[in-house]
C-alpha cells in the first residue's frame, strides 16, 4: 500500500496525512491510525476518537499511550518496537481506556507501509474484543472448578474404593475356604474399577480422551495389578479416537473384565494374552477387536469362581451404547462398535 507523500507546505520534518486517506479512515467503521517511520502517530481516525473520548491533538505522537492500561503499557511498547526493528507485522492484545473510564479489550494489527521500496510507517487497525476476552475467562474459570470437582470426586472415589477392597479381604478371609477364591476375584475386580478411574482422571483432557494413549496406558497398568509378568495387554490398529468420559470408562472396564477372566481361567504359572485392535480409520465407526489368550488355554485357575464376564461386559457396554458380540476367543474374537455420534476418528 502507497503512503501519502509528506506535506511540502509544512514545518520540516512533520509527516502529514493526506486528505484522500482521512476521509477513507473516518468513513470505516474500525479504529485506525497511521504511524510516521518514527512510530509517531500522525492520524487516529474518528472511530478512534469517539472510542477514547479525546481530540486528534490529544491522541497524536505519545498522546494516545496515556489511555494504555498501565499493565499493558511496556509489554504493548516493546512488541511494537521489535516490530519496527524489523519492519514487520504484529498483532497485539492490549486494554485502552474507554471515554466513560472503562478499559476495553483491544485486538491491534499492525501493517508497515512502503511506497517505492521506502518504508513509510504503519497503519493499524483495532477491533474490541472485551465480550471474547470476558467469555474466556469465564470458560477459563468453569475449567479450573470442573477440574477441581473431578480432581474431589475422584479421591472420595479412590478412597471408597480403598475401603470395599479392606472390606472384601476382611470378609474373605473369614469366609468358608470354598468361597476364598470368589472374594479374592472380587476385590481383584475392584481394584480394577480404582485403576480404570485413575486412568480417566490422568487423561490430559477429560472430556475428550485418546483411545489408544488411554488403552496403553490402561492395559499397563492391568498388567501390573495382578500377577505381574504373567499377563501381557498390546493395543493395536489404525488410527485414533477421541471418545467421551462415558465411553472411556466402560471400556476400561471391558478390558478390566477380560484381563479378569483370563486370569480366573489359568494357572498362576500361566502367562495370559490380551490383544486389542482399534479400527478407527476417517469416515467410518470406530471398532475395537478383542482376543484373549484364556479362551485357547486349559480351565485351571481358580476353582468356584462364577464366571460372570460375558454379563459383565454386556452391561458395561449398554451402558455406553456400545454394540457388542463375540467371547474374545481366537475363533470369535470380541468385537466392539462405538456409536458413530461419540467419537471422532483421524486415520
Known sequence: MAADTPSTGTTP???????????????????????????????????WLAFTGRTADEEIGEGWRRGLHPDDFERHAALVADAYASRAPFVVEF????????????LETGRPLE?????????????????????????????????????EVYHRVRNNLQVMVSLIGLYGRAAPELC???????GQRV???????????????????DLRDYLHRLASGLGQLRRAGRIGVT?????????????????GMIVAEIVAECLDATAESVACTIAIDIDATAGGPVRLSIVSGA??????????????????????????????RGTATHADPLELQLPETRGAAEG
Open 13 to 47: 520534518g512533520r509527516f502529514e496525512v493526506g486528505d484522500a486517506f482521512r476521509r477513507f479512515a473516518d468513513f470505516v467503521p474500525l479504529m485506525m491510525w497511521r504511524a510516521d517511520q518514527s512510530g509517531q502517530v500522525v492520524h487516529h481516525n474518528e472511530c
Open 95 to 106: 486494554r485502552l481506556r474507554r471515554h466513560d473510564g472503562s478499559y476495553r479489550w483491544l
Open 115 to 151: 511506497d517505492e521500496g521506502a518504508f513509510q510507517g504503519y497503519l493499524g487497525s483495532c477491533f474490541d474484543i472485551t465480550d471474547r476476552k470476558h467469555a474466556e475467562e469465564n470458560i477459563e474459570k468453569a475449567l479450573v472448578e470442573k477440574e477441581t470437582l473431578l480432581a
Open 180 to 186: 476364598r477364591g470368589s472374594f479374592e476375584a472380587l
Open 191 to 209: 481394584r480394577a474399577i480404582a485403576l480404570v478411574q485413575q486412568h480417566l482422571h490422568e487423561a490430559p483432557h477429560i472430556a475428550s480422551i
Open 235 to 251: 493395543v493395536g490398529g489404525r488410527g485414533t479416537s477421541f471418545v467421551e468420559p462415558r465411553t472411556a470408562n466402560a471400556l
Open 295 to 324: 479362551g485357547d488355554a486349559p480351565e485351571s485357575g481358580r476353582p468356584n469362581v462364577p464366571k460372570l464376564g460375558p454379563r459383565l461386559i454386556a452391561a458395561y457396554a449398554a451402558q455406553a451404547e456400545i454394540a457388542v
